[in-house]
T-cell receptor
């Protein structure tokens, strides 16, 4: 079946512009995560949705970052007034698990959106 | 706090040989999960293998196996019979504590593997 898709794959923005990054999770997956991956580093958690509810946004770096998943499927990560330090790959992942302390709850990742802020 | 450490920024291996990528972790949670992901140049994170802290046996998936040493807090990935297509970044990750109904992943810095013909 189809995996996680993200669009656009590449985005170049001028400093100060607003951007919107889209994630289409695997159909039926309850959990959706956003991660930020700076160049040469591992991904870092941004925010988590369980269906349409945003249960954790503790990783969002500033109030310029906003995420939504209004119908519990597609999610959008919006960055307002982009800054150069926002340049990174933004990864979306989904899982059919609600979360557990045992067993496999594998997160499946999309190809990411590479954001470059000039 | 939970932490994943990958001490090998880069590794190379000859095609058809085996290679071990190191991963150590730190957690005070008795229940945790460890994952390995592959990230080729295309950018997608590809799930390879999972090991639960309560699993009695080391995980295996085809050419991938996980050398899980709980007392040493290590979870090394072993790739047997390396192929040119194995060249990529490899990330070790740990499932965070089960809190609030979800588990986020905590990643290491990654190891870049180059397979030479």
């Amino acid at each position: 079946g189809a995996g996680v898709s993200q669009s656009p794959r590449y985005k170049v923005a001028k400093r100060g512009q607003d951007v919107a990054l889209r994630c289409d999770p695997i159909s039926g997956h309850v959990s959706l995560f956003w991660y930020q991956q700076a160049l040469g580093q591992g991904p870092e958690f941004l925010t988590y949705f369980q269906n349409e509810a945003q249960l954790d946004k503790s990783g969002l770096p500033s109030d310029r970052f906003f995420a939504e998943r209004p119908e519990g499927s597609v999610s959008t990560l919006k960055i307002q007034r982009t800054q150069q330090e926002d340049s990174a790959v933004y990864l979306c992942a989904s899982s059919d698990a609600i979360g557990r302390d045992r067993g496999t709850d594998t997160q499946y990742f999309g190809p990411g959106t590479r954001l470059t802020v000039l | 706090a939970q932490k994943i450490t990958q001490t090998q920024p880069g590794m190379f291996v000859q095609e058809k040989e085996a290679v071990t990528l190191d991963c150590t972790y730190d957690t005070s949670d008795p229940s945790y999960g460890l994952f390995w992901y592959k990230q080729p140049s295309s950018g997608e994170m590809i799930f390879l293998i999972y090991q639960g802290s309560y699993d009695q046996q080391n995980a295996t998936e085809g050419r991938y196996s996980l050398n899980f040493q709980k007392a040493r807090k290590s979870a090394n990935l072993v790739i047997s019979a390396s192929q040119l297509g194995d060249s990529a970044m490899y990330f070790c990750a740990m499932r965070g504590p089960f809190s609030g109904g979800y588990n986020k992943l905590i990643f290491g810095a990654g190891t870049r593997l180059a397979v030479h013909p």
